[in-house]
């Protein structure tokens, strides 16, 4: 008794003391130490949200702070997009002083992934499915493991049509977004509680290449065409270059498939190919659609052309054909009246086009020439030249003869006069000089006689004999003919005469020439 006693608190997670210790003078009765014990306001719990089955978070735990130790505390769970809960929706624990846990468990919610080709020549790969199950809420890698096949297409993405699809998909599909294999399902569909989503195939034309062979490397393209056309699609026709390419002495008359499988630069050796024409699709030529193209080459023929041998006037002599760049042989070599055969007035030996060759002629130069026939004229030292069928005029000059006159210049039986025209033949002209000899009168004069006499006539050249004297003159006798009155005889009587005179139509007086006596 009387004796000091201390006593030190005991430790009660969760509480908080007093003092920690207190001291008592005993008594001899109702002795009592008290510590008197405050809950802790500082107590937390942690709310789990796990998969079944599992320790792993479906979303962010949350841990609840200044809670006070002891009480009573109600969780409800959560709705977590993607999952369903598994279990109470709420829970009731006691704080105590530490591990404060609730935990709520969900599973996982599966979709599925329907896949459109888009297109009725798409065809899924072997063992594919159009559609994917199984699908959680945040998974990526939502495309096919293997894209649809369509001929001469390519798939080029997936883009939702559908975000929100109970079985089937029904209603129209949706322009939405192009999905990649990054893309999570949770930005696709519309919400946690769809069947699933559907995607759409993307499909891009494959573009193919046709490549232009000109067949030689003397063919040049036109300006502006290239020998290679990009941006053919699979059903593409047309497929001949707008202009072909030329090559000199030949005509293109088509264009034959020798690569119908080609990467780049058309390597190996070229097919004997078909003919190809504008109406062929790309798709009827390439070997598959995974070529990068096919190649064609022009066909030709070598180009013959007409070769025509004319004469002067155009009258056929021969025709040839004859290829591009050859020689055509010349005929036997023409004739033509007045003229020599020189030769041909164009080339013939390289012929590159229809050719019409004319016969090359020199006229022959043919003298005219003027024969005075006994008569003179003045001509010049040098006859001119002609040729055939030249218009020649004849001369004016006439040539003169005592006795006779001039009538013209003949020539093959006709007579010309001068200045008549005159077609130059074949062949030198000699005009020959046409005459006709005058005629003239002797008029025989009595001279004192008596009686009469008819005039007689004479023609040039052509000797006559006179007249007799029919003249009488008493006491006298006729001794011949003077020419004149008083003249002595220059003609017996009766004698042979020739060319008294060289005028035309002049008269020539003859006088009797008397003697007297005797008679």
Sequence with gaps: ?????????????????????????????????TFIYTPNTNISYTVHYYLKGTTTSVTPSKTVPDQTMATLVTETAIAITGYTLSGAASQTITLA????????????NTYMVGYNASG????????????????????TNLLPAQNPIWTGKTVVGWKLIHASSPAGFPGAPTDGPTVTNATPFSALAASDKVMGIMLLAIWKDNTYSIGYNAGHISAVRPAGQSNLKTGVLWNDGNLLPAQNPTRTGYTLIGWKLVHASSPAGFPGAPTDGPIVTNADLFRALAANDGVMGIQLLAQRTLNTYTVEFVDHDGTAIGTQTINHGSGATAPAN???????????????????????????????PYKVAYDANGGYARFPATFPTYIINDRVTVTDRTPTRVGHIFMGWLHNGTTYQGGDPFTMPAT??????????????????????TGTMT???????????????????????????AITATGTVV???????VNLTGT?????NLYAVWKYGGG
């Design 334 to 364: 023409p004739t033509r009246t007045g003229y020599t055969f020189d030769g041909w007035d164009t080339p013939f030996n390289n012929v590159t086009d229809n050719l019409t060759v004319t016969a090359q002629y020199t006229a022959i």
């Design 120 to 139: 009725a020549g798409a065809v899924r790969p072997t063992g594919q499915s159009n559609l994917k199950t199984g699908v959680l809420w945040s998974n």
């Design 1 to 33: 008794m009387a004796d000091t006693v201390t006593e030190t608190a005991e430790v009660i997670a969760g509480y908080t003391v007093d003092a920690g210790t207190k001291s008592l003078t005993l008594a001899a009765s109702g002795n009592v130490i």
């Design 97 to 108: 002083a530490s591990g404060n846990v609730i935990i709520f468990y969900y599973t996982a």
């Design 491 to 497: 003609y017996t009587g009766g004698c042979e005469v």
């Design 504 to 508: 035309d139509g002049a008269i020539v």
């Design 428 to 449: 030198d002209v000699t005009f020959i000089a046409q005459r006709t000899p005058i005629t003239y009168e002797v008029a025989f004069k009595a001279n004192g006689g």
């Design 455 to 481: 005039n007689q006539t004479f023609t040039y050249d052509v000797t006559q004999n006179l007249t007799g004297n029919r003249f009488s003159r008493d006491q006298h006798t006729f001794l011949g003919w």
